[in-house]
């Protein structure tokens, strides 16, 4: 249905389970974030017809608020969740995860390159110094600037958009992608260096 329809399949599952195993070229945009605002950002057709991967007894609820926010083409929904996709020997990706204390170990390293997806006020109040800001809300500006042949490390505040930002890469061929888990609270966390924290209210 998705390859005949040209249909959007969004997973919604929690971003732990979804890095784990999802149907390639899925979208994640997990509905115990900021489900509506992100699906309203980032899938410009309200008409675009979508497949939803969730967690059974939340199927109506999704649907439900995507249909508040005007996305009334939901085609269906992928009975027996992934668990059922997998039984069936379907092809499953995944998005590599690791936690903020693996990614202090290499993040001195030359080669390391970190994407920090959340916004500019955020980035520009503390962040790692050497990471790139990509913010999740301008992704189809930025991707120019995202080599397929380079790893990236993404990150942003606690994990959410982060894997947002890895599963739309992926989605467009871009491998090379990890995810940090607990977002830049952990990295905080766990000592990686960053710059000085400058109030939000000064950068206006």
């Not at 439900?64 to 499953?92: C, M, P």
Request: contains cysteine; aromatic residues 8%.
């Amino acid at each position: 249905m998705a390859n005949h329809e040209g249909a959007l399949v969004l997973d919604t599952r929690h971003q732990d389970k979804f890095h784990k195993g999802f149907i390639p070229n899925s979208i994640f945009i997990g509905i115990d974030g900021s489900f509506a605002p992100w699906v309203g950002a980032l899938i410009a057709d309200l008409h675009q017809p979508i497949i939803l991967v969730a967690d059974e007894d939340r199927v109506e609820e999704v649907v439900t608020r995507l249909s508040r926010v005007g996305y009334d083409n939901t085609l269906g929904f992928l009975q027996g969740g992934i668990e059922a996709w997998i039984e069936a020997g379907k092809e499953v990706d995944t998005i590599e995860s690791v936690s903020a204390s693996e990614l202090k170990a290499v993040v001195n390293d030359q080669n390391t390159n970190v994407l920090d997806v959340r916004k500019p006020g955020e980035y520009l109040a503390e962040h790692i110094e050497k990471a790139k800001n990509t913010a999740l809300d301008f992704i189809n500006d930025e991707m120019h600037r995202i080599d397929k042949d380079k790893k990236y490390y993404v990150h942003c505040a606690g994990g959410y958009r982060s894997m947002i930002f890895a599963s739309i890469l992926k989605s467009r061929g871009y491998d090379q992608v990890i995810d940090v888990a607990g977002g830049f609270k952990a990295i905080v966390e766990a000592g990686i260096v960053v710059t000085d924290y400058v109030c939000p209210s000064t950068l206006n």
